[in-house]
């Protein structure tokens, strides 16, 4: 697996040989249950198990959180805002 290093040296020695374009920005964008605000409902995501088999109802709230952090993420708002 390529390493989040490896691959941003990859990427900058790939757009070196281009002298006359910008150089990349790179945008991370990190989603953690530690970063929902509610803190009941941070204390309920971060007590759900690791685990392959989990209920339906279960993996619907994690789907719902990452969605709302993804929408709440500054680091996801200024990619989008800089494509745009």
Same mark, same amino acid.
């Given at each position: 697996?390529?390493?989040?290093r490896t691959f941003c040296r990859c990427y900058w020695l790939l757009w070196a040989g281009h002298p006359g374009d910008m150089p990349p920005r790179f945008y991370y964008v990190e989603v953690s249950l530690r970063a929902i605000k509610d803190a009941g409902e941070r204390s *309920?995501? #971060? =007590?759900?198990?690791?685990?392959?088999?989990?209920?339906?109802?279960?993996?619907?709230?994690? *789907?719902? #959180? =990452?969605?709302?952090?993804?929408?709440?993420?500054?680091?996801?708002?200024?990619?989008?805002?800089d494509l745009n």
């Amino acid at each position: 697996m390529l390493d989040l290093r490896t691959f941003c040296r990859c990427y900058w020695l790939l757009w070196a040989g281009h002298p006359g374009d910008m150089p990349p920005r790179f945008y991370y964008v990190e989603v953690s249950l530690r970063a929902i605000k509610d803190a009941g409902e941070r204390s *309920r995501a #971060l =007590a759900i198990p690791t685990s392959f088999s989990l209920e339906g109802v279960t993996i619907d709230r994690l *789907r719902d #959180l =990452a969605r709302q952090l993804m929408r709440e993420s500054p680091d996801l708002k200024q990619l989008q805002q800089d494509l745009n």
